[in-house]
Every structure is written in C-alpha cells, then in structure tokens.
C-alpha cells in the first residue's frame, strides 16, 4: 500500500499525524537518542507497528520533521532581489520572517537548532545544506549593495545570522518570548551601524 504524502502535514490521517506531533513534541524534549519508538507509540496512543507503516523507522521520522523545520527556516531567505528596495528593509524583512517562524513553532524549532549546533549523524547532511544555502542567498542580497562591497558577503551573511541565532538560543533555554519585530530593527541597525559606518582612524 502506498504511503501517504508527506507534503501537506495538514492532510495527513489522523493516525499519522498523532505519530508526527508526538514525535515532535518528544525529540524538541528528549533529542533523538533518548527518544524511543515506543515513547513515540505511547505519546500517541497508537501501536508502534503504525510508525513503521508510515516512517519505515525512527531515523526516517526524525528526517521529515528535520525537512519540515528546513522549508520553515527558508522561507525567511526568499527574499526579493530588488536592487530598488534598501538593504536595511531587507535584513529586517529577512530577520522578522526567521524569528518568527522560530517563535511560532518552537518544538520543531529548538530540533533544529539543537542538530545545528551539536552536530547531530541523523540530519547532519540535511542541516549542512540548508544552512549554506541560506548563507549564500543573504550572501546574494548584501552584494548588491555598494555600502557592503568592503566586506566578505558570506562573512555578512554568516554575522547576521549568527546575531539572531544568539536570541533563539536564549528564547529555547529561558522560554521567554521573542519580540521579533522589535528584536529584528535592533539587530538591523547594530549590524549595519558596524558594517556601514566604519571610519578610519
């Protein structure tokens, strides 16, 4: 029998979803190792065999939920390249969309960023890609303007995300709400005050 899609997380069967939400919910808590199918199966009252039907394995689980978290992160990158719009509204075009996809799914978010920065076999691939991906589209946009020529745009790039990157780490270890639109005008103006208006001395 075939599997259903994994596209649409909304269309899934209800079975399927339980397994999903459960599993998000465990690993977000648990990391992977320490999660097992049977933590899974019981979180979502169904019988493991049921995992298995729909994932193949754990390992497969952890994957879509990982690509799922991908497709939300980049969304945050798809920025326009219109050389007619300022770069300081697009890195905080940019800047808004990351932190709030962070901030509406948290679950899937702190997997994420925990495999990002420790480094986690499962997804390591995956997670690799994404982010040279996304470094090299931001990398695309600083370069179009001439205010930034002076500096490396994946050195750019890489600052600004690790800017933001640095409050995501504190909204999953403290639980406090991200003010991402305020957050994201902050980190604007305190990279481009130190990017574009350098003096020599």
């Known amino acids: 029998m075939a599997r259903p899609s994994q596209k649409n997380k909304n269309t899934l069967p209800d079975v399927q979803k339980a397994i999903y939400n459960s599993a998000v919910t465990l690993f977000a808590k ?16 169904v019988n493991k065999a049921m995992i298995y039907y729909y994932y193949e394995s754990k390992e497969k689980l952890f994957k879509s939920i990982i690509n799922d978290g991908i497709l939300l992160l980049e969304d945050a990158v798809r920025l326009e390249r219109d050389k007619n719009t300022d770069i300081k509204s697009k890195l905080k ?17 702190q997997i994420i960023f925990r495999e990002s920065m420790c480094g986690g076999e ?14 090299e589209s931001i990398a695309a946009i600083i370069e179009q303007y ?10 750019l790039s890489r600052t600004i995300w690790g800017m933001a990157s640095m409050f995501i780490a504190s909204h999953i270890a403290t639980g406090k709400d991200i003010e991402y639109e305020k957050l994201s005008e902050q980190i604007t103006e305190l990279f ?9 001395i």
């Open 93 to 109: 075009l940019f800047l808004s969309r990351y932190l709030e996809n962070f901030a509406n799914q948290p679950e899937l978010s």
């Open 146 to 155: 001439d205010e930034l020529k002076a500096f490396d745009s994946l050195f």
């Open 30 to 45: 648990n990391g992977f190792s320490a999660t097992s199918t049977k933590d899974i199966a019981d979180t979502a009252k």
């Open 192 to 200: 481009l005050h130190g990017a574009i208006k350098k003096e020599v």
């Open 122 to 135: 499962i997804a390591k691939d995956e997670i690799i890609n994404h982010f040279s991906s996304s470094f």
